[in-house]
């Protein structure tokens, strides 16, 4: 998902690395609880095996951009500037609902046909996605709420992006949590929806070029979902 924008982010000096988080893309799914600490201390785990300079500069995707704000908050000295793309400040229950029904039927009908294998990466790569790592994400996120119980304390740059049109993270929602914190930024990509980077990859690469720190030391960039 990141692979368009690798070439920029190269050619400024930085260095990638894109982690699957567990269950996602080759990533070994243990099938057990796996909530948002879960997340964090997996983070935590890699980070430590990894070579990098912190601190470094973290892009998340939905999930992604929701684990990279609470490990922020949580260990302020690993990261130097945020880039939330999609994130769901508040879930809407209709669409948990609508990701429980998928699950209940048509992911079990789907996966393994022709039509799947027919499917653009993106969704092919969903239902490629183990069940266990599908229904833990609605049966430990869809309550999420950064609006109504807290603000989230965290000091380094935060970069809010949102398409208009997205239904996992209502764009309205993101506004509120920017609006809640002092010194973010939010860019709302107009005719976008959750997953806005694949339709206007060349915009969401200016984004990034915009914000991106270019003050001397060390530039090392993690991405993930």
Known sequence: MWQPHLNMLVSK????FLPDLRGH??????????????????????????DISFPAIFIGHSLGATISLSLAETRPELVKQIFAVGMPAKVLPAVALAFRLFMSSP????RGTDFHKSLPWRQRMMI??????????????SDLDFISNRVLDIKCPVHFAVGRWDPVAPHYYVAKLHEAMPGSTLQVFEWGGHNFMDQYPEQFGDWLHKYLDDTEGHKDCWAKR
Do not use: A, M, W
Request: proline share 2%; glycine share 6%.
């Open 25 to 50: 893309g080759s990533s070994h799914e243990p099938e057990e609880l796996t909530d948002l600490e879960v997340h964090l201390q997996d983070v935590l785990e890699t980070l430590k095996e990894l």
């Open 107 to 110: 992911y079990e009908k789907l």
């Open 128 to 141: 490629d996605t183990h069940r266990h790592s599908l229904g833990q994400i609605v049966d430990n996120f």
């Open 13 to 16: 000096g930085y260095r990638c």
